[in-house]
């Protein structure tokens, strides 16, 4: 699969004989998300043409409204491997800027589907809009010469009740601490990953060493104190996880600002900088909470770290 990131790295000669597309932010890649990409794939082998996925960096409510901005499920990263892992051929990442944002609907049209992707058939949500201020939809869409289909919504039934599956659904389902749900709506367990970074050393220094991730996103559903699994650590003999407890957040006893996530491995020893791991949450502790000083602050995390131990111990007895 090819990444391409914006319209001037998109030669228009590489889509001569066309393609089938869909356009979406496709955050958290989930069940609906996945029945979409199947058919755009199936789609495009009928027709033999190249299948491409149009996403936009960052979100449009990240520009528009970043304080109100929803939860990132996926850094683009993540988005782009899960994609590739469906067999899409081509990711199309459009950069949502201020040009973007004004762009009529029309020029959208002309400017990305017609000129550079010589779209033959198209996929859009049934409630997709588009172009300055929103004017593009399906109606729109169907008046030029490639025909359009509407993706409708995908529903899963748990205790009777049927749940519209969909990104706001799947953040809902995670602030909820309802990882099993996730699991459901996603068709995986949910994961965060990214590289190993050094970090201030500051957990360390109080005697709790852990393995940082910068989220490199606005805002991250989980937010708290987690009993995690972390998968990928190339030093193990083994493919099952290290058990471990992870914090969320901006740690304000230690006047930390960027959101992280830090994870406290048990039972692990080794130099993991730089290597890409994965850490899935499978039960909240507590909520992230300034302590009065570094002592209490010590007693707290000794007091997770056995919450999270115990958690486990029954998790396996079980």
């Known amino acids: 699969m090819r990444l391409i990131r ?190 190993v970074a050094h970090g201030d050393k500051q957990g360390r220094q109080i005697g709790v060493p852990t393995a940082n991730i910068a989220l490199k996103r606005r805002k991250s559903p989980l937010q708290g104190v987690y009993a995690v699994k972390v998968f990928g650590l190339s030093s193990q003999s083994s493919p099952q996880p290290i058990y471990g407890v992870a914090n969320v957040g901006v740690k304000p006893t230690l006047n930390v600002r960027a959101e992280r996530l830090e994870v406290h491995l048990f039972d692990f020893d080794g130099d993991i900088y730089g290597q890409r791991i994965c850490v899935e949450p499978v039960a909240k502790i507590r909520e992230e909470k300034k302590f009065a000083s570094i002592d209490e602050l010590k007693l707290q995390i000794a007091q997770d770290i056995a919450q999270t131990k115990e958690f486990f111990r029954q998790q396996n007895i079980q």
């Open 6 to 195: 914006g319209l001037y790295s998109c030669p228009i000669e590489l889509f001569k004989k066309g393609c089938v597309a869909t356009i979406g932010n496709f955050d958290g890649v989930h069940l609906g998300h996945q029945a979409i990409i199947k058919r755009l794939t199936d789609k495009a082998t009928e027709l033999q043409l190249p299948s491409v996925v149009v996403l936009f960096e960052p979100h449009a409510q990240e520009f528009f409204r970043p304080d109100h901005a929803p939860e990132r499920l996926f850094k683009l990263t993540d988005k782009v491997k899960a994609l590739e892992a469906l067999g899409v051929d081509y990711v199309l990442c459009l950069r949502f800027n201020r040009e973007l944002a004004q762009l009529s609907a029309q020029d959208f049209v002309r400017r990305v589907l017609l000129e550079h992707l010589r779209v033959k058939h198209l996929f859009i949500g049934d409630d997709f809009r588009f172009g300055h201020q929103r004017t593009g939809d399906f109606e729109l869409l169907k008046s030029y010469d490639f025909s359009v289909e509407a993706n409708h919504s995908i529903t899963h039934t748990i205790d009777s009740k049927s749940i519209r599956i969909s990104s706001s659904q799947v953040r809902q389902t995670i602030r909820n601490n309802d990882f099993e749900l996730a699991k459901l709506l996603l068709g995986k367990s949910y994961l965060v990953c990214g590289k």
